[in-house]
């Protein structure tokens, strides 16, 4: 049984940085993505940044995410963290934290279908 926990969401001004992190019990194979996925109420999940190891290590950023995030990963440990710099009042949301094996060879876990999924945590960007 696979349980992922989220940890660091908090209130930030615009312009700020906060770093989530997610600790996962359990076995998750380095092949497996792990992601986090952003919702704001009533709207559609967003995957934010993901991360797989396959033949290297395979990185996907959304685009409100791309040349402001950073998601890292360590196999060892089960963790999955994701740094934020220029935080925004767009980027408010409950931020996810999702895991599961991949569909075939092409996906590239940029979709928010993941098979495992924390509880979220909040993040709040104020101007």
């Known amino acids: 049984q696979v349980q992922l926990a989220e940890s660091g969401g908090g209130s930030v001004k615009t312009g700020g940085s906060l770093t989530l992190s997610c600790a996962a019990s359990g076995h998750i194979d380095r092949t497996y993505c792990m992601a986090w996925v952003r919702q704001v109420a009533g709207q559609a999940r967003e995957v934010v940044a993901s991360?797989?190891?396959?033949?290297?290590?395979?990185?996907h950023y959304g685009a409100s995410a791309k040349g402001r995030f950073t998601i890292s990963r360590d196999t060892l440990n089960n963790t999955v963290d994701l740094q934020m710099n220029s935080l925004e009042p767009e980027d408010t949301a409950m931020y996810f934290c999702?895991?599961?094996?991949?569909?075939?060879?092409?996906?590239?876990?940029?979709?928010?279908?993941?098979?495992?999924w924390g509880q979220g945590t909040q993040v709040t960007v104020s101007s």
């Open positions: 999702a895991a599961g094996p991949r569909i075939d060879l092409f996906d590239r876990c940029t979709r928010p279908d993941f098979y495992y």
């Open positions: 991360i797989f190891n396959t033949g290297g290590i395979n990185v």
